[in-house]
T-cell receptor, first 116, second 114 residues
Framework: AQSVSQHNHHVILSEAASLELGCNYS??????LFWYVQYPGQHLQLLLK??????LVKGIKGFEAEFIKSKFSFNLRKPSVQWSDTAEYFC??????????????FGAGTRLAVHP | EAQVTQNPRYLITVTGKKLTVTCSQN?????MSWYRQDPGLGLRQIYY???????DKGDVPEGYKVSRKEKRNFPLILESPSPNQTSLYFC?????????????FGEGSRLTVL
């Protein structure tokens, strides 16, 4: 079965530190890849997405992610985090589904806490 | 404004008392889905619907029912809630035709079953 693994469950950083959150998926076919962010008390919002083309994608708020097909990875990065980046981050992958619809499969999430 | 609206946002109930969480979207999306979010488990799909009158089980459907009588609404029904259904619930919607799978989420409904 398809699955998504996020390696870090909790990450604590100081402001201005660099961030990299790992995401690996287990599916050998064509996939679309997403990172969603959930700020405290809020719903999930799309941070960035990859469908095809340049494997380095840029999202909102200075985030970017790199798709490495050979490693089945889609790691999220930000050069310098801010206190306002404190949130939970979810990697998600959609893969072909028998009903013709691409089901979105989520990782367990990574809680990021940024200290001033 | 394009949105997915859930109600109630917060609910405390007791074991066995039937409840319904409503979900409505105004984007004319064909696909709708319910997820539950639990610490360390991420989001798990409960049920989904690809269009009106078409629903199917997700990964954790036990104890839940859904209906899709209209395109915009997709209520989640707990016929006899139990404490293990205490969770944060999210409704989401998406286009289907040509869709990349990007989901639009509601604000969430935090349910506590005593």
């Amino acid at each position: 079965a398809q699955s998504v693994s996020q390696h870090n469950h909790h990450v604590i950083l100081s402001e201005a530190a660099s961030l990299e959150l790992g995401c690996n998926y287990s599916y050998g076919g064509t996939v679309n890849l997403f990172w969603y962010v959930q700020y405290p008390g809020q719903h999930l919002q799309l941070l960035l997405k990859y469908f095809s083309g340049d494997p380095l994608v840029k999202g909102i708020k200075g985030f970017e992610a790199e798709f490495i097909k050979s490693k089945f990875s889609f790691n999220l990065r930000k050069p310098s985090v801010q206190w306002s980046d404190t949130a939970e981050y979810f990697c998600a992958v959609n893969a072909p589904f028998s009903g013709g619809y691409n089901k979105l499969i989520f990782g367990a999430g990574t809680r990021l806490a940024v200290h001033p | 404004e394009a949105q997915v609206t859930q109600n109630p946002r917060y609910l405390i109930t007791v074991t066995g008392k039937k409840l319904t969480v409503t979900c409505s979207q105004n984007m004319n999306h064909e696909y709708m889905s319910w997820y539950r979010q639990d610490p360390g488990l991420g989001l798990r799909q409960i049920y989904y619907s690809m269009n009106v009158e078409v629903t199917d089980k997700g990964d954790v459907p036990e104890g839940y029912k859904v209906s899709r009588k209209e395109k915009r609404n997709f209520p989640l029904i707990l016929e006899s809630p139990s404490p293990n259904q205490t969770s944060l619930y999210f409704c989401a919607s998406s286009l289907v035709s040509g869709s990349s799978g990007e989901l639009f989420f509601g604000e969430g409904s935090r349910l506590t079953v005593l």
